[in-house]
């Protein structure tokens, strides 16, 4: 186990009524009785990334709910290496789906990450590069103007000056890092814009709105469109509901709890008043997080209900598509590839959606699903995790890429764009450097009759 500092904590404790001095405030602190819902049984600890790693016991769930109920219990303080333990959690969420009794640990990790926020002063250089991401991270156009700058320097062949070591001293470790997770883009599509409306093809089965996101509308467009295009073919009528606001799911998955909500809200009203059948997604972290809004917002008297009503309406992709009749008003295509399909946490712990993508790529004729060994194992993505924890993300990166190389894939899909940023560059430091899909890629090449090369010749991060 590791050792817990014994020093002298760094933020002042606070009394509760029965005069125990706690590590948190009174503002949802860790729940007690979900704290005591854990046995210590073990279970969780193959399934958590970080305790694959490094065989730590504070760095597995029960280690962290351990931590969690002496800090609750004034036992120890909000110190640095306490947080240390917590922020090295993934909130990846499998021990969840591990735990026999029926731990909610991912409940704890969102109560514990606010605290950290308010109560633990992280160094200057730490909070600036932070801050730094969240002032961009979240707003779509500074996300969209992001975009257009790194495909104009890749177009100058200003990536490659970058990478040179005579100037990588010169570049903040932030924008190198930023720079090897950015996919190559051109100009042109991250201009491209998804339209606000799109009829069915053949007769209305139903109306959907469509999130188009913050990162995901400024480095995958064309998956947008992509997700547009086929949620039509199978007769869904398509709003895009314009200056959309991000849903919140950075934020609240780094415990930046107020603005979180505050973008929880906004989202609501915008989509609230829209004569749908449901809200669909393309992204797991996204899809997560407002799939959860009811429960973020439970205690807002005048949102509660509404948040409640939004939650219910939130689909991912693939759930609404493998819903929907499988025939189409155009055949599907032959799409002859061999395809690994890795399971993106918030898709499969968070929303429990494993079947519905699998079944849905089994209707193209003629592709094939590879064996992924630890398909549900995080990559190492986690929000901004593999931009604040560039080495553990580096080495969940790089096992989960020698997984693919091992799987004889041509290429690999998931239903998160960090995932796919993520994993391509893990796939490029290995030197096998297959292409990067998301799903619905798959399905709109077999509904067009795309042929497998056009997907294969994608311009990958070089």
């Not at 400024?218 to 869904?236: Q, S």
């Not at 393309?282 to 997560?288: E, I, Q, R, T």
């Amino acid at each position: 186990m590791t050792a817990v500092s014994s020093g002298p904590p760094r933020v002042l404790g606070h009394t509760r009524p029965d005069a125990v001095t706690t590590a948190f405030d009174d503002h949802h602190p860790p729940d007690p009785a979900l704290i005591a819902d854990c046995v210590h049984c073990g279970f969780c600890l193959p399934a958590c990334p970080t305790y694959l790693l490094w065989g730590e016991e504070m760095d597995s769930p029960r280690g962290r709910i351990l931590l969690m109920d002496l800090a609750a219990r004034g036992e120890i303080g909000m110190d640095r290496e306490v947080v240390r333990h917590w922020d090295a959690c993934l909130g990846c969420m499998a021990c969840v789906d591990a735990c026999p009794s029926g731990v909610q640990y991912n409940r704890l990790v969102e109560q514990v990450r606010p605290q950290i926020e308010r109560h633990f002063t992280r160094p200057w250089h730490v909070r600036a590069s932070r801050a730094a991401l969240f002032a961009v991270l979240p707003n779509p156009r500074r996300m969209r103007s992001l975009a257009s700058a790194v495909a104009v320097t890749q177009a100058l062949g200003l990536r490659r000056a970058l990478r040179m070591k005579p100037l990588q001293r010169l570049v903040p470790k932030t924008v190198r890092r930023l720079d090897d997770m950015a996919p190559s883009l051109r100009l042109a599509d991250v201009r491209s814009r998804t339209p606000h409306h799109l009829r069915p093809r053949g007769q209305r089965i139903m109306r959907v709105a469509m999130l188009t996101g913050c990162v995901q509308d400024a480095f995958f467009t064309h998956v947008n469109r992509a997700t547009a295009r086929v949620l039509a073919a199978h007769g869904c009528e398509v709003l895009v509901p314009p200056l959309q606001s991000c849903c919140g799911a950075l934020e609240i998955h780094a415990g930046r709890e107020e603005p979180a909500l505050r973008r929880m809200r906004n989202l609501i009203a915008q989509m609230e008043t829209l004569d749908i059948d449901h809200i669909v997604v393309n992204s797991a972290g996204c899809g997560s997080a407002m799939k959860g809004y009811g429960a973020f917002l439970a205690d807002d008297p005048f949102w509660a209900a509404r948040a409640a009503a939004f939650s219910a309406r939130v689909r991912d992709v693939m759930e609404v598509i493998a819903e929907l009749d499988v025939q189409l008003p155009a055949r599907l295509h032959s799409l002859p590839v061999r395809v690994a399909y890795h399971d993106a946490c918030h898709l499969a712990h968070a929303q429990g959606v494993r079947l519905q993508p699998r079944a849905v790529l089994g209707r193209i004729p003629d592709l094939e699903l590879a064996d992924l060994k630890e398909s549900d194992v995080c990559c190492g993505s986690a929000g901004i995790y593999n931009l604040v924890a560039p080495q553990a993300a580096d080495d969940l990166g790089d096992r989960k890429a020698a997984n693919v190389a091992a799987s004889g894939a041509e290429l690999l899909t998931a239903g998160n764009g960090g995932c796919l940023l993520q994993i391509q560059a893990a796939l490029r430091r290995a030197g096998h450097p297959l292409p990067v899909v998301h799903p619905v890629e798959l399905l709109d090449a077999s509904i067009r009759g795309l042929p497998v090369a056009q997907l294969q010749a994608r311009p990958r991060n070089r």
